[in-house]
C-alpha cells in the first residue's frame, strides 16, 4: 500500500473518531431520548437546555421509574429522586456529587465509588442490604431508614454527624472512628451490643426497641437526649451527663435508676415500680 493512501485511511479514522465523540455529546436537552416519561419532564421543569451545566435536580414529586439518562449530567452537584419502581440508579458519571437523596424507591444496592465529594446521602425506603461508603470520606449527613441493612462499616467516615438508621437489621455497629457524631438513631434494629465511647460531642442517642443488655454512656458528656425504651437493660448510669434533659426507659428490667447528678432533667419515663433516687 502506497504511503499516501496510509495517510488518507489514518485522516479517515481520526475524523470517524472524532465525529463518533462529537455525536455523543448532547447540547440541549431536547436531543436526549428518555425512557421514562415522567424523568423526561422532571428535566425540563428545571429550565436549563444545556445538560453539562445543570447542577440540581430535584425530581422527588415525580415518580420515576428510570434515570438511566443521569450520564448526560456530570456538573450534577444535588440530586432527589423517587420512584416505587426504580430500582437502579448510576451515579457513575456524576462525579460532583454532594449531595443525594433517592428515597421510597425499590433500590436494592447504589454504588457511590465514584463520588467521592458527597456530603449528605439519603436512601431510606428503599431494599438495601449492603452499602459501601468506603470512598466517601466527606459524609457528614447519612440517612439509611427503613432498609435491609445488617451491617455498615462507618470507619472511613470521619466526619459523620448525624445517623439515622432505624427499621433495620442491624445487630452491632462501630462508632470508634465517628468522634464528630451529633445525633444518632438506631431505633427498631436488633442491636445486642453499641460503643459510644469515643464519641463525647454526641447530644442524641436512640435506640428504642433493640436487644440491648448494657449501655454506656459516661464518655458521653453532651448527651441532652437518651431514648432506650424496649430493650433488656438491667442497669444504667447516666451520673456522667450532666446535660440531659429527656431520659425515656420503659419496658426494660431497671431495677433502680440515679439521676440525683441530672438537674436539667425534665422528662423522664421508667416503669412502675423502678426505684428512682432523684
Known amino acids: ?28 436537552v431536547n436531543d436526549i431520548n428518555f425512557e421514562d416519561d415522567n424523568f423526561q419532564k422532571c428535566v425540563l421543569a428545571q429550565n436549563t437546555k444545556n445538560p453539562a451545566k445543570l447542577t440540581k435536580l430535584v425530581c422527588r414529586q415525580f415518580n420515576i421509574d428510570s434515570a438511566n439518562e443521569l450520564r448526560y449530567f456530570p456538573a450534577l452537584k444535588e440530586l432527589w429522586l423517587s420512584g416505587e419502581q426504580l430500582s437502579r440508579v448510576d451515579l457513575s458519571k456524576n462525579t460532583e456529587l454532594t449531595s443525594v437523596s433517592i428515597t421510597k424507591s425499590n433500590l436494592t444496592s447504589l454504588d457511590l465509588s465514584g463520588n467521592p465529594k458527597l456530603t449528605e446521602l439519603n436512601v431510606s425506603f428503599n431494599q438495601i442490604a449492603d452499602l459501601d461508603l468506603t470512598k466517601n470520606p466527606n459524609v457528614t449527613d447519612l440517612s439509611v431508614v427503613s432498609n435491609q441493612i445488617e451491617t455498615l462499616n462507618l470507619s472511613s467516615n470521619t466526619e459523620l454527624k ?13 462508632f470508634s472512628q465517628n468522634p464528630n457524631l451529633v445525633q444518632v438513631d438506631l431505633n427498631s434494629n436488633q442491636l445486642l451490643n453499641i460503643n459510644v465511647s469515643k464519641n463525647e460531642q ?17 464518655k458521653n458528656v453532651s448527651l441532652t437526649k437518651l431514648y432506650l425504651t424496649d430493650n433488656k437493660l438491667t ?20 431495677e433502680d435508676l440515679d439521676i440525683r447528678a441530672n438537674s436539667s432533667l425534665s ?11 432523684e
Open 1 to 28: 500500500m502506497s504511503s499516501h493512501k496510509q495517510k488518507f485511511m489514518v485522516a479517515t479514522c481520526g475524523l470517524f473518531a472524532s465525529l463518533n465523540v462529537f455525536s455523543s455529546e448532547v447540547l440541549d
Open 162 to 174: 448525624y445517623f439515622w438508621a432505624k427499621e433495620n437489621r442491624l445487630k452491632t455497629i462501630d
Open 202 to 218: 454526641l447530644n442524641k442517642l436512640s435506640v428504642m426497641f433493640n436487644q440491648l443488655s448494657a449501655l454506656d454512656v459516661s
Open 235 to 254: 442497669s444504667l448510669d447516666v451520673r456522667h451527663n450532666p446535660k440531659l434533659r429527656a431520659l425515656w426507659a420503659t419496658e426494660n428490667p431497671l
Open 267 to 277: 422528662d423522664y419515663e421508667v416503669d412502675e415500680g423502678v426505684s428512682v433516687q
